[in-house]
């Protein structure tokens, strides 16, 4: 999600047709008998979702606009069933379903009566945002066993003995992740940059967003497309000479029309590196984390997922890019793997071996290496998911400390149009940012007025920053057919959760 409820994320994405036979089995014509009847959870699951547009809400502008067009014309059926599959109504019927279905699967984990399950919500509101949601929408929202707000910034695990989900007492700060993302950050600096540039550009250009918006760790700012890319230059420059690293995320928003939204936060911090955390706090078996999401500043954490990633079907056009582009490259890996394997059986079968080529540049001999990169649990990813948080996520210590300063990652929603291009070149001014392609080894960089080759996977190997790794070999994009809820349910489905 946005940084604010009021950001565009709505109708930027429209539904794809319902074509699933699969996700016809799970979401029937009334959906709200799935909340007294859910189905059962057939392995451990960590479930690290967005919440607005894919935990809750996920109506599209254009599809309420359908409804309620009083021409008199009937739209085609197929239309007609993408509007209904979409509706406010039916969108709040799936998040209770789900919410249901959760706290179902959790009751039945923690007496033993089957896998565990847990949640976490990972959103870009703060939590007085997060609170004012609750208070708003509380019937469709499930209760987290961790609450990551603010792109990644704060870090939260709920407190029942304190209080009620509702409110603040009931969630206690993981202190040590905000020291952790603070090191390389001053609030102060990032403020002053960010008043210089205001200055220069002027009110017209450039505002502050809601004040809730805000806090010590996360600056969001209002800016014209006009100016966005004066704007990153300029406090680029000055958080440069000052020796921070920081990150972005800019989206469009519609308040004003043709503006967009900027989050100035840690380098340390996004919903990537906060998702690695939680698994690091919940710990989880190889292969049970899920997360899932709709919008560019739940790129980093869709792309630096070690196995499974559910993208609902009313995301961002820069993230249903990826997601496409994401599941092409996961079917052609699969397939350079099982050639390989059945070279590998082959050459024991002639008494000899071979050296395959691993993901990581490692050899490594052919016994049996060939299928396992194809099986989700199996993969050498797996080392990573429940050891010190501190090396994983894409931040390793001794990395980290030898970085220049600058930007340290930005998600920039590709439907900026040519602005995107603009500000990812003065963002990275100077900086060689690697996107490694799978058996391609391609990069680009910022040069001059534009970047060399911007495809899904350089975006979002800019959203997740130098060092974080993109698209895992064990990787799994499920595109669902289905906006928010309902596309996480299809989403788990498919990857054979329930």
Same mark, same amino acid.
């Given at each position: 999600m946005n940084s604010s409820p009021q950001d565009s994320k709505r109708g930027t994405g429209m539904p794809q047709p319902f074509t699933s036979a699969g996700s016809a089995l799970f979401f029937p014509a009334e959906p709200a008998s799935f909340a007294t009847s859910p189905p059962a959870l057939l392995r451990p699951l960590l479930l690290i979702s967005d919440?607005? $547009?894919? *935990?809750?809400?996920?109506?599209?502008?254009?599809? =309420?606009?359908? &409804? %309620? +067009?009083?021409?008199?014309?009937?739209?085609?059926?197929?239309?007609?069933?993408?509007?209904?599959?979409?509706?406010?109504?039916?969108?709040?019927?799936?998040?209770?379903?789900?919410?249901?279905?959760?706290?179902h699967w959790r009751e039945l984990g923690a007496s033993a009566r089957g896998p565990q399950c847990r949640l976490a919500i990972n959103t870009g509101r703060t939590l007085p945002l997060f609170l004012a949601a609750l208070e708003e929408r509380g019937e469709v929202i499930p209760e987290p066993d961790v609450l990551v707000c603010g792109v990644g910034t704060r870090v939260y695990l709920r407190e029942a003995a304190?209080?009620?989900?509702?409110?603040?007492?009931?969630?206690?700060?993981?202190?040590?992740?905000?020291?952790?993302?603070?090191?390389?950050?001053?609030?102060?600096?990032?403020?002053?940059?960010?008043?210089?540039?205001? $200055?220069? *550009?002027?009110?017209?250009?450039?505002?502050?967003? =809601?004040?809730? &918006? %805000? +806090?010590?760790?996360?600056?969001?700012?209002?800016?014209?497309?006009?100016?966005?890319?004066?704007?990153?230059?300029?406090?680029?420059?000055?958080?440069?000479?000052?020796?921070?690293?920081?990150?972005?995320?800019?989206?469009?928003?519609?308040?004003?029309?043709?503006?967009?939204?900027?989050?100035?936060?840690?380098?340390?911090?996004g919903k990537n590196a906060a998702a690695h955390r939680v698994v690091s706090l919940l710990g989880c078996e190889a292969g049970a984390a899920v997360v899932a999401g709709d919008a560019p500043n739940d790129l980093d954490m869709l792309a630096g997922a070690h196995?499974?990633?559910?993208?609902?079907?009313?995301?961002?056009?820069?993230?249903?890019?990826?997601?496409?582009?994401?599941?092409?490259?996961?079917?052609?890996?699969?397939?350079?793997?099982q050639g390989q394997g059945q070279q590998g059986q082959r050459q024991r079968l002639q008494g000899g071996t071979t050296a395959i080529p691993q993901a990581d540049g490692q050899a490594a001999d052919s016994e049996g290496e060939g299928q396992r990169d194809c099986d989700d649990g199996d993969n050498r990813n797996d080392r990573g998911l429940a050891g010190d948080w501190r090396a994983v996520g894409g931040w390793d210590e001794r990395a980290v400390a030898a970085a220049a300063a600058g930007c340290g990652g930005a998600a920039v929603a590709a439907e900026l149009g040519p602005v995107m291009r603009h500000v990812l070149a003065a963002l990275m001014r100077g900086q060689e940012v690697a996107a490694e392609e799978e058996g391609a080894g391609a990069?680009?960089?910022?040069?001059?007025?534009?970047?060399?080759?911007?495809?899904?996977?350089?975006?979002?190997a800019a959203a997740v920053g130098p060092g974080g790794e993109v698209l895992s070999p064990s990787l799994r994009v499920h595109l669902a057919s289905l906006p928010a809820a309902g596309g996480v349910m299809e989403g788990l489905h498919a990857f054979g959760f329930m």
């Open positions: 919440l607005d $547009d894919t *935990l809750i809400g996920g109506a599209s502008r254009e599809d =309420n606009n359908q &409804e %309620n +067009d009083s021409s008199g014309i009937p739209s085609n059926s197929e239309a007609q069933q993408e509007g209904e599959a979409s509706s406010a109504a039916a969108c709040d019927a799936r998040s209770r379903a789900l919410k249901a279905a959760l706290a304190g209080g009620p989900m509702g409110s603040a007492s009931g969630w206690r700060e993981d202190v040590s992740w905000a020291e952790h993302i603070s090191a390389e950050w001053s609030i102060g600096e990032v403020t002053a940059a960010l008043r210089a540039a205001m $200055d220069q *550009l002027g009110p017209d250009c450039v505002s502050w967003r =809601n004040p809730a &918006e %805000n +806090d010590e760790l996360k600056l969001t700012v209002c800016v014209s497309l006009g100016a966005l890319p004066s704007l990153v230059e300029r406090m680029d420059n000055r958080l440069r000479t000052a020796g921070l690293r920081y990150r972005v995320v800019i989206g469009p928003t519609d308040d004003p029309p043709g503006w967009a939204y900027m989050d100035v936060l840690p380098a340390r911090a196995h499974h990633s559910i993208v609902v079907s009313n995301c961002h056009p820069s993230v249903r890019s990826f997601a496409l582009e994401a599941a092409s490259r996961h079917h052609q890996h699969q397939h350079q793997q990069r680009w960089r910022g040069e001059g007025d534009g970047c060399g080759r911007l495809g899904p996977v350089e975006l979002a």
